[in-house]
T-cell receptor, first 113, second 119 residues
Framework: AQTVTQSQPEMSVQEAETVTLSCTYD???????LFWYKQPPSRQMILVIR??????QNATENRFSVNFQKAAKSFSLKISDSQLGDAAMYFC??????????FGDGTTLTVKP | GAVVSQHPSWVICKSGTSVKIECRSL??????MFWYRQFPKQSLMLMAT?????????EQGVEKDKFLINHASLTLSTLTVTSAHPEDSSFYIC???????????????FGPGTRLTVL
């Protein structure tokens, strides 16, 4: 079974600074996808970024980028120029496997003004 | 694109009554929809996978007779909590996978969630 581990329950960053959220996963599959979702206080899950495992190039979406290390099974999220609106719970997810996704326990990010 | 709605956004009911939650994909066809339960400050717990036109697949430990799921069309799935009790109070979230070229794609799009309180 696939597992996703987020080792940082809480992180904080100063506004305009950069922060990196960690995620590791375990799988025996070779073809899969990895995701970072953001859940703000409204609790609406929002897709932040998506990485296809067969692509070596790291995905980037504006201020959000990932460091995907397939051999190490690591998938970290870097948020540059942090904004107050980035404050949320961030979930790393793996999928699909048997049509389902596996989520990590989440990292709560606080942005300090 | 890829908008998923849920209704109601919150509901309060008496113990012993049933509650229905609707999940709709508004601008795409969803072959697969998922139902999750989330407790405060915790991750999403998958309850069941719902495929259009077939019976839902429930995760281990989830009572299928208590949490009835119907996926009647490519845009609508419903979760009915039957004979609800206070321990069923939680935040329920649905998601949908977009149907494309005969297979479900990998990305899940989430509804805004439903907060259920059972008195």
């Amino acid at each position: 079974a696939q597992t996703v581990t987020q080792s940082q329950p809480e992180m904080s960053v100063q506004e305009a600074e950069t922060v990196t959220l960690s995620c590791t996963y375990d799988t025996s599959e070779s073809d899969y996808y990895l995701f970072w979702y953001k859940q703000p206080p409204s609790r609406q899950m929002i897709l932040v970024i998506r990485q296809e495992a067969y692509k070596q190039q790291n995905a980037t979406e504006n201020r959000f980028s990932v460091n995907f290390q397939k051999a190490a099974k690591s998938f970290s999220l870097k948020i540059s120029d942090s904004q107050l609106g980035d404050a949320a719970m961030y979930f790393c997810a793996y999928g699909p496997s048997a049509g389902k996704s596996t989520f990590g326990d989440g990292t709560t990010l606080t942005v300090k003004p | 694109g890829a908008v998923v709605s849920q209704h109601p956004s919150w509901v309060i009911c008496k113990s012993g009554t049933s509650v229905k939650i609707e999940c709709r994909s508004l601008d795409f066809q969803a072959t697969t929809m998922f139902w999750y339960r989330q407790f405060p400050k915790q991750s999403l717990m998958l309850m069941a996978t719902s495929n259009e036109g077939s019976k839902a697949t429930y995760e281990q430990g989830v009572e299928k007779d208590k949490f009835l799921i119907n996926h009647a069309s490519l845009t609508l799935s419903t979760l009915t909590v039957t004979s609800a009790h206070p321990e069923d109070s939680s935040f329920y979230i649905c998601s949908a996978s977009r149907f494309s070229s005969g297979r479900a794609t990998d990305t899940q799009y989430f509804g805004p969630g439903t907060r259920l309180t059972v008195l």
